[in-house]
């Protein structure tokens, strides 16, 4: 069979066809929402890459549904690739876990084993007395790792399990205490972006 005659059958229309639209789909929006995250964190090096093969594979597949108008599962499959890019690029973010953040512990019980607790792993601490909707309260601040996140959220749960806390993105940071890096397991996870932080 000629690849002609091959592309005119229901296999390659309503199944290979499809697929490879949503493939595409889901390669070049998990791409854009990498690097608006990128962006967001002062990659101003990686992002542009990024955002070439997301431009070249969005023009491949928006190639090939127009010249497909009348396949509906060319549609099916473009929304689908859509939606799917942005669930991986969201996941692939959070292993990554890029950048630093803020911190805000509120605790009712007292902070000072959870306190003493950060301190020893490495971390910066600045805490203070404050007052809340239901009486006295312990604030505590500290500008971490992202990567270090879950690590620090098991001390909480460890130490004062009902404490309130949150987590925003910080775009600079200049002076900070952080845990030394020993792992070789973060050291080949965050290497590749050392480079593209040199710019910021």
């Known amino acids: 069979m000629s690849f002609d005659a091959f592309i005119d059958t229901g296999l390659f229309v309503w199944i290979i066809l499809p697929f490879l639209i949503f493939a595409a ?8 929402t990498l690097r608006i995250i990128f962006v967001s964190r002062g990659l101003k090096y990686l992002a542009p890459v990024v955002g070439f093969f997301e431009v070249i594979i969005w023009l491949l597949a928006i190639r090939i549904i127009m010249q497909n108008l009348n396949n509906a599962a060319c549609y099916i ?14 996941f692939l973010e959070r292993k990554l876990a890029l950048g630093r953040g ?16 950060l301190k020893e792993q490495g971390f910066g601490v600045t805490s ?8 006295d309260v ?3 601040f500290m500008v971490i790792r992202r990567t270090d996140f879950i690590k620090i959220s098991e001390l909480i749960r460890e130490f004062n399990p009902n404490a309130f ?16 890096r020993d792992s070789a397991y973060h050291r080949n996870l965050l290497g590749p972006f050392k480079f593209f932080r040199k710019g910021k």
């Open 77 to 90: 499959a473009y929304g689908a690739g859509f939606a799917m890019g942005n669930f991986i690029g969201i």
């Open 128 to 135: 203070v007395d404050a007052h809340g909707s239901n009486g």
């Open 165 to 180: 806390y949150t987590l925003e993105d910080v775009r600079y940071v200049r002076e900070g205490i952080f845990p030394t």
């Open 102 to 117: 803020i911190l805000r512990i509120i605790t009712r019980k007292n902070a000072t084993d959870l306190i003493h607790s």
């Open 25 to 32: 789909r889901v390669v070049d929006v998990t791409l854009g």
């Open 138 to 140: 312990h604030i505590i």
